[in-house]
């Protein structure tokens, strides 16, 4: 069996992160969520709460792909990395935290466009997870008290911003299933129910690379 690092892209409030955690359990590896920013911040320099404010958050910038292909040459230390703003420095540490923590073994990645920092890795399969509308607001109903108009002004706020910021920085469309391995509705299959999909997605690879 190879070693496989598995990212977990999901709408907000569908209980992806609670995929992501289980799936590491059952397997027996780490997953990183907010942990992606700790070790980000430890790699940069930069403190935490920088990354905080920015997670997966948008830029206007229209810059950033002229940037982008100067750092890809010069790295951390090149006078644009040292120019560009606060939220690419941000992206760019967090893409390098993914690509070292994805290199030291099996591992779980939820959000924060991992599966397009791994896109040269075969062996990462990355998951989507979404839910009916109804699903996720009685989650955002039980986790932080809101009422019907509140949970679906918050879902859609947060689920535009994650979108944005995915597709600006991967230049591919989020939560298309074109973008994944494997798309998953969490309200018909439950969080076991996503972990086995997953699992028996990566055991069906497997046993065809093994052909």
Partial sequence: MRDYVYTIGREFGSDGKNVG???AEKLGINCYDKELLTEAAKQSGFCEEIFENHDEKPTNSFLYSLVMDTYSINGYSSAPFLDMPLNH???LAQ???IKKIASEGPCV???RCADYALSDNPNCINA????DLDYRIENMKKRFGMNEKQAKDTLAKKDKQRASYYNYYTSKKWGDS???HLTLDISELGIDGCVDMIIRYRDLLEAQRNK
Avoid: D, T
């Fill in 89 to 91: 420095k941000v992206f």
């Fill in 128 to 131: 989507f997870v979404h839910a």
């Fill in 21 to 23: 955690f289980a799936l």
């Fill in 178 to 180: 074109r973008s994944y």
């Fill in 109 to 111: 990645l939820v959000g």
């Fill in 95 to 97: 893409f390098e935290a």
